[in-house]
């Protein structure tokens, strides 16, 4: 059947038309190209040959997606991994800050703990015991007083120039009358190291009696 068209009108191609076309022109395409392809070919590789151009479109699209959204989680990873490496060194500075008020504040402590003492022969005894207690050395405040009492009257620059040991060099000093050997063996650290000062010169004494009486307590003479 042959078709006519109306004179003074043109042909028009509706969109469904140019569809058409298009879709009966890629199948004849398709056709084509299966047409080419050798006899003993798989037929794996006819579908490849069948629409390459379709394929290529629908693996860059997904390989677009792929790749934003590789990108989007190492992004959240980075971004998590920076508040975790933040939040470490921020509890790590919160840590530090708070051994350091703490170290502070023992210190504060331990020094609120020492008391003051009189420089004076009251003093000079009470200071003593409380040195040799943290160090373990026995004596009673009595004991003390009563030796240093016998021994140098009080008197922190005492030193005997005629007995025994004057004649050999090594003249006893201070409130308990201690030579240098004796003092220098028994000296306690954290106290001076000096013959004449009161307390060094009484806990070095009580050291030494301790060691060789069992306490200053036991002494009674000279020792």
Same mark, same amino acid.
Request: one cysteine or more; hydrophobic letters at 40%.
């Given at each position: 059947m ?7 009108h043109s ?11 298009a ?5 004849g395409?398709?056709? %084509?190209?299966?047409?080419? &392809?050798? @006899?003993?070919?798989?037929?794996s590789?006819?579908?490849? /040959? *069948?629409?390459?151009? #379709?394929?290529?479109k629908v ?11 590789? %990108?989007?989680?190492?992004? &959240?990873? @980075? ?8 939040d /470490? *060194?921020?509890?790590? #500075? ?12 023992a ?16 003093g000079w005894?009470?200071? *003593? ?23 140098s ?9 005629w007995?025994?040991n ?16 004796t ?11 000096d ?11 009580c ?14 003479s000279?020792?």
């Amino acid at each position: 059947m042959t078709e006519t068209s109306t004179p003074g009108h043109s042909r028009r191609l509706t969109k469904a038309h140019k569809l058409s076309f298009a879709g009966v022109a890629t199948l004849g395409a398709a056709a %084509l190209a299966f047409s080419l &392809v050798p @006899a003993g070919a798989a037929e794996s590789e006819t579908v490849v /040959a *069948a629409a390459p151009v #379709a394929w290529t479109k629908v693996v860059d699209g997904a390989q677009s997606k792929v790749v934003q959204d590789h %990108l989007t989680a190492q992004q &959240v990873v @980075a971004t998590k991994q920076a508040k975790t490496a933040n939040d /470490a *060194a921020k509890a790590k #500075a919160e840590a530090d800050a708070k051994k350091d008020r703490e170290q502070k504040a023992a210190a504060s402590r331990s020094a609120a703990r020492t008391p003051v003492f009189a420089n004076n022969l009251d003093g000079w005894i009470k200071e *003593a015991l409380f040195i040799m207690k943290k160090e373990g050395i026995p004596g009673t405040y009595a004991g003390i007083h009563r030796n240093i009492m016998r021994e140098s009257s009080g008197n922190p620059k005492a030193i005997n120039n005629w007995d025994i040991n004057a004649q050999n060099g090594i003249p006893s000093k201070g409130l308990l009358q201690v030579i240098a050997p004796t003092f220098k063996t028994y000296h306690i650290k954290g106290t001076k190291f000096d013959q004449y000062d009161p307390v060094a010169n009484i806990v070095a004494a009580c050291n030494y009696a301790a060691d060789r009486y069992g306490s200053m307590d036991n002494v009674n003479s000279a020792y």
